[in-house]
């Protein structure tokens, strides 16, 4: 890759028109603090108890998360699950039919889809055969179109996590932003990226409340970054992107970390016992290292296991074609019940 190059303010990567534009502005910005009567919103003012609209930048859920996160409240963008923070980071940093995102395959699919929506080129680049970066690779592909640069890790479908060292070069060398992904971080023992935030001003970190935390039904999403990012992303979002019910319930989640934690460690155990018991299949041919909830099985034939599997009423992911995934299906590990369930059909198969 080509030498250090130090990064420029991030006024100069963000699309002209989202710089100079004038954000919508709802009445809770406008309005800091507790009143007695609110007659600004147009609300219904019968309590029901959702009648009020939510905070819109939702500082309470932050300043819990960023005692946990170690990180600042105002480095902290929620959103609507991940893909909103994809999405709006797309937009505020690339011009539509002009610049370009770049993306290590296989990886997680939202990012060329939220991409091609926005008349976003998408440059790729494959993984190694063992599913990390190959940084030999980057120069060739990404040009000065190439503004963002995703990078999942533990990596969606591999499991795995992707080698620190050759991310912290990637972070060194390119001029844009790098988003890490950081969906299943809490199945790993790699440490968080997040603790590189200060180091790296093109650093942007996404993590979510749907996998550890348990929260998938809630759609919440972190995006953690400078507060020169966090600004961008604010200016763009919806007014009231994140519900009170949600908030609600985040509050309740972060408040009692241990169930979270114990969850994880039940979890990884389980995972360990998954992969003893596949290893004894004949049908299967290679399970990949997983750093994260759920493992990449290259089995004799995907499709038909997958249709096997699904007429014992039981749902894994057929990645058979996806790129470097022949003949793979992804397994999320379930409660022990549901993992004896599976094996047992896998046995009978």
């Not at 990078?151 to 844009?176: A, H, M, Q, W």
Request: net charge neutral; glycine share 2%; aromatic share 10%.
């Amino acid at each position: 890759m080509s030498k250090k190059k130090s990064f420029p303010d991030i006024s100069t990567l963000v699309r002209r028109n989202i710089l100079t534009m004038k954000p919508y502005s709802s009445a809770r910005d406008e309005f800091k603090g507790e009143a007695e009567i609110y007659l600004d919103a147009n609300e219904n003012p019968y309590q029901s108890p959702y009648n009020r609209y939510p905070d819109p930048l939702q500082w309470n859920v932050k300043k819990e998360l960023a005692a946990i996160k170690n990180v600042n409240p105002k480095q902290i963008f929620l959103g609507n699950g991940s893909d909103e923070p994809i999405d709006l980071l797309i937009r505020a940093f690339c011009e539509p039919n002009q610049d370009s995102i770049l993306i290590t395959e296989p990886t997680y699919g939202m990012y060329s889809v939220c991409a091609e929506v926005n008349a976003v080129n998408v440059q790729r680049v494959l993984l190694t055969p063992d599913f990390d970066i190959d940084l030999d690779a980057f120069p060739r592909t990404f040009d000065a179109t190439t503004k963002i640069i995703f990078l999942c890790s533990p990596n969606n479908p591999t499991g795995n996590l992707l080698s620190r060292d050759k991310i912290l070069e990637v972070l060194k060398r390119f001029y844009g932003l790098v988003v890490i992904d950081e969906a299943y971080i809490d199945f790993a023992k790699s440490k968080s990226f997040l603790e590189d935030l200060t180091k790296y001003p093109n650093l942007v970190v996404l993590q979510t409340f749907s996998k550890a935390w348990g929260l998938a039904g809630l759609r919440l999403g972190m995006c953690f970054a400078s507060e020169d990012i966090i600004n961008i992303l604010n200016k763009i979002k919806y007014p009231y992107n994140v519900n009170i019910r949600t908030q609600e319930l985040a509050l309740d989640a972060l408040e009692n970390v241990h169930v979270m934690e114990e969850w994880v460690k039940e979890i990884i155990k389980q995972r360990t016992k998954l992969v003893k018991a596949l290893e004894k299949l004949s049908i299967v041919e290679n399970i990949y290292p997983s750093d994260s909830n759920f493992i990449l099985v290259r089995v004799k034939d995907a499709p038909a296991t997958y249709q096997y599997l699904l007429e014992h009423r039981i749902i894994v992911r057929d990645r058979s074609r996806v790129t470097l995934c022949y003949n793979c299906i992804r397994i999320t590990v379930g409660t022990p019940e549901e993992n004896e369930r599976l094996m047992k059909a896998l046995e009978e198969l």
